[in-house]
């Protein structure tokens, strides 16, 4: 079982940054792969990056590529997102979510799912 909670959502305003965090409970953090994705009102949820257990493959979605960094620090238990030039379409709530492989993390999600954090970018 792992537990996620997310953090560092919040309102920014276009061209700014912001830095997710989401903290694992558990032993085995670094065993899974690591994904964030994110749900704007009205749209379903997308996949934005992923990151495989030991951080060295990452996967990023082309809206963010670029302006979007996934990493981690297994001995924090910790998966973070840094989210610079942001853009009014970022705006929506981010979940964090642990798998046991990148692909499935990548293809719909993994089995583990933090609350989400919201983040909005005004223009």
């Known amino acids: 079982q792992v537990q996620l909670v997310e953090s560092g959502g919040g309102l920014v305003q276009a061209g700014g940054s912001l830095r997710l965090s989401c903290a694992a409970s558990?032993?085995?953090?670094?065993?899974?792969?690591m994904g964030w994705f994110r749900q704007a009102p009205g749209k379903e949820r997308e996949v934005v990056a992923t990151?495989?257990?030991?951080?060295?493959?990452?996967y990023y979605a082309d809206s963010v590529k670029g302006r979007f960094t996934i990493s981690r620090d297994n001995a924090k238990n910790t998966v973070y997102l840094q989210m610079n030039s942001m853009k009014p379409e970022d705006t929506a709530v981010y979940y964090c979510?642990?798998?046991?492989?990148?692909?499935?993390?990548?293809?719909?999600?993994?089995?583990?799912w933090g609350q989400g954090t919201k983040v909005t970018v005004s223009s």
């Open positions: 979510n642990a798998g046991g492989t990148t692909a499935s993390v990548r293809l719909g999600g993994g089995d583990y």
């Open positions: 558990g032993r085995t953090f670094s065993s899974y792969a």
């Open positions: 990151i495989n257990w030991s951080g060295g493959k990452t």
